[in-house]
């Protein structure tokens, strides 16, 4: 099994058991631009605990998953993952965060094809402010490299003026600048 079929299942759950998400990360960035290889996905969500609780049954069988972890999450707006026990693949579920730039993101995601199936995915624009706040903080040029392959790809559909009240807000102004010298 590759990631993207671990990640399917994860979703699937995740719509069965009515949690609202969004794929983010390497794997919103591989939709929207140049893929590349990864060994887990990142997905954000949104739920309560009884959604929670019955998730995380669902996934006992096929995924390492520990559901007091799950719920200290959900409690603390924080991450938790599941281990696909027959490939090893990881899956990162992150409970969305209460900031402003969070919440308009979220708004934002939007439903696009994934290996066959409509999937709520980050915006393009959100997933190249993303990849550059994690570029800033982790000093990867991965990160960075993921984002200018987005804004190459969207170039004419990007929303220039979201790019840049969200990178002045998120104060990586400078890398979306640099960003924007790589790309023209």
Not at 6 to 24: C, D, P, S
Not at 37 to 53: F, G, M, R
Request: hydrophobic share 45%; glycine share 2%; charged share 25%.
């Amino acid at each position: 099994m590759t990631v993207e079929e671990v990640a399917q299942l994860v979703l699937q759950a995740l719509e069965e058991h009515e949690i609202a998400y969004m794929v983010v990360g390497s794997l919103a960035s591989n939709i929207h631009g140049v893929p590349r290889a990864t060994q887990d996905a990142d997905i954000v969500i949104e739920c309560n605990k009884p959604s929670l609780d019955s998730f995380m049954d669902s996934l006992q069988g096929n995924f390492y998953a520990d559901k007091q972890m799950a719920l200290d999450a959900l409690k603390n707006r924080s991450m938790f993952n599941v281990i696909h026990y027959s490939s090893g693949f990881k899956i990162d579920l992150i409970v969305r965060k209460s900031r402003s730039f969070d919440l308009e993101e979220f708004e934002r995601r939007i439903q696009m094809d994934f290996r066959g199936a409509a999937r709520w995915v980050a915006s393009p624009e959100d997933t190249v402010l993303a990849k550059l706040e994690w570029s800033q903080m982790s000093e990867s040029e991965r990160q960075f490299y993921d984002a200018v392959n987005i804004a190459k790809i969207q170039r004419s559909k990007l929303d220039i003026q979201y790019l840049k009240r969200w990178a002045n807000e998120l104060n990586i102004s400078k890398l979306l600048d640099k960003l924007f010298e790589v790309v023209n």
